[in-house]
């Protein structure tokens, strides 16, 4: 986790290049938990951003 001058946050995580399940579907059950991290901080008012980052 980074946190910019501003007090923003911001999440990266790196996931698999498997996350495509084929042309227009995804792993979903590999974005849960990075969702959930986004979900709560934003909950509790926390200013975050978050990306996530195929690794090959």
């Known amino acids: 986790m980074f946190q910019a001058d501003?007090?923003?946050l911001l999440s990266?995580?790196?996931v698999p290049?498997?996350?495509s399940a084929g042309r227009n579907?995804?792993?979903?059950?590999r974005l849960i938990a990075p969702w959930?991290?986004?979900l709560a901080a934003c909950a509790?008012?926390?200013p975050y951003n978050?990306?996530?980052w195929p690794v090959t």
């Not at 579907?25 to 059950?29: A, D, E």
């Open 6 to 8: 501003d007090q923003s």
């Open 12 to 14: 990266i995580t790196t």
């Open 17 to 19: 290049n498997t996350i």
């Open 25 to 29: 579907n995804l792993k979903w059950h």
């Open 36 to 38: 959930v991290t986004h």
């Open 44 to 46: 509790a008012g926390y």
């Open 50 to 52: 978050s990306a996530w």
